[in-house]
Nanobody
């Protein structure tokens, strides 16, 4: 059974940085595309970034382009989200997701983590 566990969330001031990690088990990690999504209170879950199974292709949501970087280490079964120049509007629960196909929508992903809270203070 696939399991995704996020870590690295927390409280940071505007302009600061955080790195999220998501470690997978129960699946052949190097055969799965990975994605990061976020959900703020009262809002729909939003695409943040995704990466192909070997890391050769990456995609970003418009609101995070140039500030966030997705990467993966297949030897560690882990995907990362480096978040720089954080803004209060980045405050949300961040989820990682896995699927055999690379996608940009929540419906594209079969496996989800429980999420980690990121709070950016002004």
């Amino acid at each position: 059974q696939a399991q995704l566990v996020e870590s690295g969330g927390g409280l940071v001031q505007a302009g600061g940085s955080l790195r999220l990690a998501c470690t997978a088990s129960g699946l052949t990690f190097n055969q799965y595309a990975m994605g990061w999504f976020r959900q703020a209170p009262g809002k729909e879950r939003e695409f943040v970034a995704s990466i192909s199974y070997r890391g050769g292709k990456t995609y970003y949501g418009d609101s995070v382009k140039g500030r966030f970087t997705i990467s993966r280490d297949n030897a560690k079964n882990t995907v990362y989200l480096q978040m720089n120049s954080l803004k209060p509007e980045d405050t949300a629960v961040y989820y990682c997701a896995a699927d055999s196909m690379l996608g940009l929508k929540t419906s594209d992903y079969d496996h989800w983590g429980q999420g980690t809270q990121v709070t950016v203070s002004s």
